[in-house]
T-cell receptor
Framework: KNEVEQSPQNLTAQEGEFITINCSYS?????LHWLQQHPGGGIVSLFMLSSGKKKHGRLIATINIQEKHSSLHITASHPRDSAVYIC???????????FGQGTRLTINP | DAGVTQSPTHLIKTRGQHVTLRCSPI?????VSWYQQVLGQGPQFIFQYYEKEERGRGNFPDRFSARQFPNYSSELNVNALLLGDSALYLCASRLGANQPQHFGDGTRLSIL
């Protein structure tokens, strides 16, 4: 069983729809990261959070430490949001990130 | 300021050969991590270096090695290449332990 599970694996939506991607993890963490990966391969860090909620533009990330669950929301989705969204966690005392398998998001015009 | 830069961007090798991938972190970042991303999967941690010392190693065979130089740039070396080593190799740097990682665009390695 992966330490980090994402759902859904694939998501197709129409432009303007509200998008939610979920991430669950199995043990206590020091921080959770949401990352965006475009087809070329480069990864961009969207959020790093250890509690509560963060917002940047149309993106919102929330985390529930007790439930070991995080969500990434995209409001008013746009075709340029099409990418793979990856959840990753870091553990206390560990140097590495552990990644989920990613959610491939396609927004159709 | 330049982001994390990796070279080369693409590389084709044959089985049994060795390869060296290079990474320059963001200026001021002393921590560099390497990840392997096989097609369709999330990245897997290979190594982390901080101040030229190895601080973490993932579950990869000894064919994989790395080092960090005094200017904090890093090299990932893979010997005796196998077909399964075909992947996108990502380098990431960060300023400190509780800071986000900044990723390069990766080196896409294909083994024939």
């Amino acid at each position: 069983k992966n330490e980090v599970e994402q759902s859904p694996q694939n998501l197709t939506a129409q432009e303007g729809e509200f998008i939610t991607i979920n991430c669950s993890y199995s043990v206590g963490i020091s921080a959770l990261h949401w990352l965006q990966q475009h087809p070329g391969g480069g990864i961009v860090s969207l959020f790093m959070l250890s509690s509560g909620k963060k917002k940047h533009g149309r993106l919102i990330a929330t985390i529930n430490i007790q439930e070991k669950h995080s969500s990434l929301h995209i409001t008013a989705s746009h075709p340029r949001d099409s990418a793979v969204y990856i959840c990753a966690v870091s553990f206390q005392g560990a140097q590495k990130l552990v990644f989920g398998q990613g959610t491939r998001l396609t927004i159709n015009p | 300021d330049a982001g994390v830069t990796q070279s080369p961007t693409h590389l084709i090798k044959t089985r049994g050969q060795h390869v060296t991938l290079r990474c320059s972190p963001i200026s001021g970042h002393k921590s560099v991590s390497w990840y392997q991303q096989v097609l369709g999967q999330g990245p897997q941690f290979i190594f982390q270096y901080y101040e030229k010392e190895e601080r973490g190693r993932g579950n990869f065979p000894d064919r994989f090695s790395a080092r960090q130089f005094p200017n904090y740039s890093s090299e990932l070396n893979v010997n005796a290449l196998l077909l399964g080593d075909s992947a996108l190799y990502l380098c990431a740097s960060r300023l400190g332990a509780n800071q986000p990682q900044h990723f390069g665009d990766g080196t896409r390695l294909s083994i024939l």
